[in-house]
């Protein structure tokens, strides 16, 4: 019965339920103990203003002028849990697996590392012009029921749709469905 | 509770949570975009759902923290280009298969690849930066 549920939470993947659940109660629970919204990429900014020269630029001069502010122990603890969730599943540790992508093209690694590299500027340009991503607008945005929100929303699927499915159809065969 | 201890706590919930319901892999997210897997359009809106009703338990119970500070909803209102900005993240999302949470999950779990998604992210922020230099209104 305990190895059961232990086998169930830490090895088997999660019905969508119980993440959903989870990562709903997460938008309450950080207001009720830190006041503060649910969200990841402004983060990135603590990142910037730690790994690169950018001190000088008023965003960053602005809006971080805590650089190891709580963003960045929120980023460290996704990370952690990551962590946790593939070695207690018996995950085999590092790989330079990705999916169909990886599975399919047999790419150089440099030109997957340029690739996602790509996807990558896309995601952080697009955040801060877009104010916030999955978590900020998706999640936290849309449960407060704001319309910014929903329409940032709308163009993030919108774009998710048009890329992936431009992929699939010049790179990987658009063998899927 | 310390704030940063809290969130670091929060994070690795947040992480876990990701990754045990596969948010971390790249065949969920694009085969969400190309209809093929909707696991993660079932976590997305079980999250909305539970966390609308939980935003108005707090709002109509409490309307403050445990601290009694009155709540601080964020409101994030859009810029003149955060449209088109959202259409060129939704490009990345599809593209990579990550987005700004699941790519750290991937970092964890020793995802390679995640680490190029993650530097591109930080230096894709960098070159707003950079362009908020001169653009206010981005």
């Known amino acids: 019965m305990i190895t059961a549920f232990i086998q169930s939470v830490f090895v088997e993947p999660w019905p969508f339920w119980a993440g959903g659940i989870i990562i709903g109660l997460l938008v309450p629970l950080l207001y009720y103990f830190y006041n503060t919204a649910l969200g990841v990429s402004t983060g990135y900014g603590n990142l910037v203003k730690i790994i690169l020269p950018s001190r000088h630029l008023k965003w960053i001069k602005s809006k971080f002028s805590e650089t190891w502010s709580w963003r960045v122990y929120f980023i460290g603890g996704i990370i952690l849990g990551g962590f946790i969730s593939s070695t207690l599943a018996g995950s085999p540790g590092l790989t330079a697996e990705m999916g169909r992508f990886t599975n399919t093209l047999q790419w150089p690694a440099l030109g997957n590392g340029v690739y996602f590299f790509a996807g990558g500027i896309l995601l952080g340009l697009g955040a801060r012009i877009a104010r916030g991503c999955t978590s900020g607008h998706s999640i936290h945005g849309i449960a407060n029921l704001h319309i910014s929100s929903i329409l940032a929303t709308i163009l993030f699927v919108i774009g998710g749709i048009t890329a992936a499915n431009i992929i699939r159809i010049t790179l990987l065969g658009g063998s899927w469905l | ?138």
């Open chain 2, 1 to 138: 509770m310390n704030k940063k201890l809290g969130f670091l706590g929060f994070g690795t919930l947040f992480g876990f949570a990701l990754s045990r319901v596969g948010a971390s892999e790249y065949d969920l997210i694009v085969g969400m975009f190309v209809g093929e897997d909707y696991t993660l359009v079932g976590v997305i809106v079980t999250a909305i759902i539970v966390g609308t009703i939980g935003m108005q338990v707090l709002k109509k119970s409490k309307q403050r923290t445990i601290s009694g500070e009155p709540l601080n909803i964020s409101y994030k209102k859009l810029g003149p280009w955060s449209l088109l900005g959202a259409a060129i993240f939704g490009l990345g999302w599809g593209i990579s298969g990550a987005c700004p949470g699941t790519v750290l999950a991937q970092l964890g779990e020793g995802k390679l690849y995640g680490f190029f998604t993650f530097a591109g992210m930080i230096f894709g922020t960098y070159i707003y930066a950079r362009l908020k230099e001169k653009h206010e209104s981005l």
